[in-house]
């Protein structure tokens, strides 16, 4: 874990050991009834549907808790972010650390991790033709028909395709442009797409913490460590999607989501906008405006994504003051002073954690941190030191 010497500074001595987690697990998503009138009053629809999957087997987002009167309030904990920085992944972490895992419940990702690999040949498809980099010709059969197909559905033949579009050069050169804007796990799928596409294909936890879904309503999900409750709240990180993020109740801290790639690439609902720089926008928000006396974890997240990609692309192309050079710990100690210098009250607690979303034995062991931090900050508001 890596502390600034300004969070370091504001924090308390060190936590106690983090109690082993609980067997006990309550997997219910549920919102109390101020964030359900947060998401009702910014969207038409109550409920978060995907279609083509049976009515019982959608994700609830608006349930009931199933908490006694004579039950503790639990520790909430609000997960905010932009678009695409992996908080739903963590969200989905989280779930695999403390809780269940996925058993029984893969027919929901099914949709989104077969149209991954459909949709990213889609969009290589395009940028090859677009640079003139067209496939040999033995496979236009093969693009014509990935383009003519629909979303949703991925046949075996149709994954026969994919898979020898893959093979092609200029296919393979084209996915590493910049135009392609694929998502960050698009090659994983790209590389079984043919096991996608066999009958009866159900995910791997490996799967379902890899796909993008982005997150269109609140939900929340409860769990224990030992005897100390906890819910966290994942809320989209999309602009259409922020007006929910002024939740109302008692939010014990904040979870804010960073990706550390983004430092060179713009948002999909405004390309004149850098993602990285939006990042630091809605951290300040989220610091100075929205939930200034709550203490903030920061995570800057895909490390192991950043470590590969500075050695390649300078952060100077997002802030030209930048004189590090394509090393990783002068960027990342870079990019943790900016969002340190955001925090006007420089007394408020912040912890920045570097992490692998899909990397589970690497998030057990920052969820045990976050634990830590936040019982100790829990310990703390109640008057003990």
């Not at 890596?2 to 050991?17: E, L, V």
């Not at 549920?30 to 109550?46: I, K, L, M, N, V």
């Not at 955001?342 to 912040?350: A, E, G, M, S, Y």
Request: aromatic letters at 8%; hydrophobic letters at 40%; a neutral charge.
């Amino acid at each position: 874990l890596h502390f600034p010497a300004a969070a370091a500074a504001a924090a308390s001595p060190t936590p106690p050991p983090c109690v082993p987690p609980s067997p006990q697990f309550k997997a219910c998503r549920c919102a109390t009834a101020a964030f359900a009138e947060a998401a009702d009053r910014s969207r038409p629809d109550a409920h978060h549907v995907r279609p083509g999957v049976p009515h019982h087997e959608h994700r609830p987002t608006l349930m009931g808790c199933n908490t006694s009167k004579g039950d503790s309030a639990p520790r909430q904990l609000v997960l905010l972010g932009g678009g695409e920085c992996g908080k739903t992944t963590i969200f989905k972490q989280i779930q695999m650390v403390y809780g269940t895992g996925f058993a029984g419940k893969g027919g929901e990702w099914i949709e989104p991790i077969l149209n991954s690999p459909v949709r990213s040949m889609h969009q290589l498809l395009k940028v090859a033709a677009a640079k003139d980099m067209n496939v040999s010709p033995d496979k236009e059969a093969a693009a014509q028909r990935v383009l003519a197909s629909k979303p949703g559905l991925l046949t075996p033949d149709l994954a026969t395709d994919v898979a020898l579009l893959w093979e092609d050069p200029n296919i393979k050169a084209v996915s590493d442009v910049k135009e392609a804007d694929l998502d960050d796990n698009a090659i994983f799928f790209l590389n079984k797409v043919e096991l996608l596409g066999t009958p009866g294909y159900l995910p791997s936890d490996e799967d379902i913490l890899k796909v993008r879904d982005p997150t269109r309503s609140i939900e929340t999900l409860d769990f224990k460590v030992g005897k100390a409750k906890f819910r966290v709240i994942d809320v989209g990180g999309q602009r259409m999607e922020r007006p929910k993020w002024n939740l109302t109740g008692d939010i014990t801290a904040v979870l804010f989501v960073c990706s550390l790639i983004e430092y060179d690439q713009v948002l999909r609902e405004d390309i004149k906008q850098n993602r990285l720089k939006e990042s630091l926008n809605l951290f300040d928000i989220a610091c100075n405006r929205r939930y200034v006396d709550n203490p903030i974890i920061l995570f800057l997240n895909k490390k192991d994504l950043f470590e590969e990609k500075i050695k390649k692309v300078d952060l100077s192309v997002c802030f030209p003051t930048y004189k590090g050079g394509c090393n990783y710990e002068a960027a990342i100690e870079f990019i943790k002073f900016k969002f340190m210098n955001i925090r006007k009250d420089k007394n408020k607690p912040i912890y920045i954690m570097e992490t692998t979303a899909t990397n589970t034995e690497n998030m057990a062991f920052i969820f045990k941190s976050m634990v830590d931090i936040v019982e100790r900050q829990n310990l703390q508001a109640s008057g003990f030191s």
